[in-house]
């Protein structure tokens, strides 16, 4: 929106400086309203790029290349996290004295267990993608699940890859920093029962 008067001497005869005055006034509120709109803008657009980042990691994919089913029980075997390897890193049942079950139903039903006792369940779906670091780099090929609490709401993402039996969800493959699981960095490797 932009005000526009503009007077004239000739119109009323209004001395000079009020004109002058008017003139000034005028031109604030129009950098004010546009610097007002601006910092809107600027609120809204890492919100719309968050969103279309999620509608795109979990959509599935018009490619036709269908995501590798993930429905199964996995036992959690190891946690890397990207710094120097020690005792501690990897993280394993061993070093943590932690057991993690993670089932994946066919009804589209998750839960996670941590000795023994659920701690985390609702509804999933998956996705398909691919992500190019740069141009002239290999082409990472990846599978998405998104994570739903029991009202549908989204509460995160995984990326993974199967090597045989053993399912690793790792952010770097999409090209992302951290996950649902992963909320730092790593990978997190589970054997299926």
């Not at 790029?49 to 795109?56: A, E, G, K, R």
């Not at 501690?88 to 000795?115: C, H």
């Not at 659920?118 to 780099?137: M, R």
Request: charged share 15%.
């Amino acid at each position: 929106m932009i005000v526009k008067i503009i007077l004239k001497e000739s119109d009323v005869s209004p001395p000079k400086c009020l004109i002058s005055i008017v003139n000034k006034s005028i031109i604030l509120i129009n950098k004010y309203i546009n610097q007002k709109i601006m910092k809107q803008t600027l609120i809204f657009i890492p919100i719309i790029v968050f969103i279309t980042l999620i509608v795109i990691s979990c959509s599935k994919s018009t490619s036709g290349i269908q995501p590798k089913s993930i429905i199964g029980k996995y036992k959690w075997i190891k946690t890397y996290y990207n710094n120097a390897l020690s005792d501690s890193n990897p993280k394993t049942p061993l070093n943590t004295g932690n057991q993690e079950l993670l089932v994946f139903n066919s009804d589209n039903t998750w839960y996670a267990t941590k000795n023994g006792l659920k701690n985390d369940s609702g509804t999933f779906s998956i996705g398909h993608g691919q992500y190019l670091a740069y141009v002239g780099s290999i082409e990472d090929i990846y599978d998405s699940v998104c994570y739903y609490n029991n009202y549908n709401i989204l509460k995160g993402w995984d990326y993974y890859k199967f090597y045989s039996d053993t399912l690793v969800f790792d952010p770097y493959i999409s090209g992302r920093f951290s996950s649902y699981t992963l909320p730092f960095n790593g990978s997190k490797w589970w054997v299926k029962q």
